[in-house]
T-cell receptor, first 111, second 113 residues
Framework: NAGVTQTPKFRVLKTGQSMTLLCAQDMNHEYMYWYRQDPGMGLRLIHYSVGEGTTAKGEVPDGYNVSRLKKQNFLLGLESAAPSQTSVYFC??????????FGQGTRLTVV | DQQVKQNSPSLSVQEGRISILNCDYTNSMFDYFLWYKKYPAEGPTFLISISSIKDKNEDGRFTVFLNKSAKHLSLHIVPSQPGDSAVYFCAASVSYNTDKLIFGTGTRLQVFP
């Protein structure tokens, strides 16, 4: 049972480049989330989705876009990467109003 | 403005003893609290939760205590084991809205033999 799978696990980008982080869950969860974790800070919510075809902004949405075309997938896009987006990104999913299950994370470095 | 605070970045405890991890919050509307554990190079995993209608919730070696008047919760691990060494995050939300979870900065627990 895979749970929540994130790809890639590591990536180095140059400033201004774009990329998409992929998240897939096999638990039939309605809710999916993208968080970032930075040193000395807790996990901060970037965007989330409460169902297929829906997305909403979290605490720190600027510079990111998301899409939820299929229930099991939640994509996080960076259109023009900046060094401030160097972080560890976590995807998570949950059923309605239950605890979230997290992926292993993607370590992104923007140089 | 940090709504959920874990003021101890790290804690070191001997195996077999009790570990107490603390968390304070400022938003009186929070009514659902969770603890997550995170090992290096892994995602956080859910550990235990408590709603504001309770002041204690226990699951095996893990117990979470909630003091609403002090806006404080704590996680007790008894007895502590080396495998408990990890970073522990507390999180809070309003009305069980998991899309609005606010996380603390984490406490790194090290359990030594």
């Amino acid at each position: 049972n895979a749970g929540v799978t994130q790809t890639p696990k590591f990536r180095v980008l140059k400033t201004g480049q774009s990329m998409t982080l992929l998240c897939a869950q096999d638990m039939n969860h309605e809710y999916m989330y993208w968080y970032r974790q930075d040193p000395g800070m807790g996990l901060r919510l970037i965007h989330y989705s409460v169902g297929e075809g829906t997305t909403a902004k979290g605490e720190v949405p600027d510079g990111y876009n998301v899409s939820r075309l299929k229930k099991q997938n939640f994509l996080l896009g960076l259109e023009s990467a900046a060094p401030s987006q160097t972080s560890v990104y976590f995807c998570a999913s949950s059923a309605r109003d239950t605890e979230a299950f997290f992926g292993q994370g993607t370590r992104l470095t923007v140089v | 403005d940090q709504q959920v605070k874990q003021n101890s970045p790290s804690l070191s405890v001997q195996e077999g003893r009790i570990s107490i991890l603390n968390c304070d919050y400022t938003n009186s509307m929070f009514d659902y609290f969770l603890w997550y554990k995170k090992y290096p190079a892994e995602g956080p995993t859910f550990l235990i939760s408590i709603s504001s209608i309770k002041d204690k919730n226990e699951d095996g070696r893990f117990t979470v205590f909630l003091n609403k008047s002090a806006k404080h919760l704590s996680l007790h691990i008894v007895p502590s084991q080396p495998g408990d060494s990890a970073v522990y995050f507390c999180a809070a939300s309003v009305s069980y809205n998991t899309d609005k979870l606010i996380f603390g900065t984490g406490t790194r627990l090290q359990v030594f033999p």
